[in-house]
């Protein structure tokens, strides 16, 4: 399993950044996926996730609901975190992870850096 993130920057408040999550050596179709994010000092938390069928379902922590969009391409294996109206508070490393319930793999992850 390899999960490989991209996308982070510096970004100032207000800003938008899209993260992606390219991944293989598995059957990404068949595994929901997430994203957490690790701030300096901080736990890991979740940010969002989304499951494995046609549907989609997704699930956001309520800090991510309405400013961040979680989607997947099951075509070019790859997870996406749109997220818009950034704030300082969202600074973090971002990492994408293979599960719905428990995260079996995580990627380097990718840091989100927004400031002035």
């Known amino acids: 399993v390899q999960l490989v993130e991209s996308g982070g920057g510096l970004v100032k408040p207000g800003g938008s950044l899209r993260l992606s999550c390219a991944a293989s050596g598995f059957t990404f179709s068949d595994f929901g996926m997430s994203w957490y994010r690790q701030a300096p000092g901080k736990q890991r938390e979740l940010v969002a996730r989304i499951s494995w069928n046609d549907e989609g379902t997704t699930d956001y922590s309520p800090f991510a609901r309405g400013r961040f969009t979680i989607s997947r391409d099951n075509v070019e294996n790859t997870l996406y975190l749109q997220m818009n109206s950034l704030k300082p508070e969202d600074t973090a490393l971002y990492l994408c992870?293979?599960?719905?319930?428990?995260?079996?793999?995580w990627g380097q992850g990718t840091q989100v850096t927004v400031a002035s």
């Open positions: 992870a293979k599960g719905w319930t428990l995260a079996e793999n």
